[in-house]
């Protein structure tokens, strides 16, 4: 998509990553909620659930530098 249009690609990127930061959002409440609560179980859980959120966010966020540094920006 990016050898075609760098905007259309971007915004792509953007649409995807709104996607994943809202779910990360969602990871981060669960383990403040978690903590909150004192359950370690639960806060495990969120926690793996959360870096693997991240492993799947970061290639999409390096997508969308790699088009502002093709930019020069």
Not at 28 to 39: G, S, Y
Not at 65 to 73: F, G, H, L, V
Request: hydrophobic residues 30%; aromatic residues 8%.
């Amino acid at each position: 998509m990016q050898q075609t249009s760098s905007e259309e690609a971007y915004k792509k990127f953007d649409e995807i990553s709104k996607q994943h930061i809202e779910m990360l959002r969602k990871l981060t409440k669960q383990i403040n909620d978690a903590r909150i609560a004192r359950d370690n179980e639960s806060i495990k859980n969120s926690l793996k659930d959360y870096d693997e959120g991240m492993e799947k966010f970061m290639p999409i966020l390096m997508g969308q530098c790699k088009i502002y540094w093709e930019k020069e920006n």
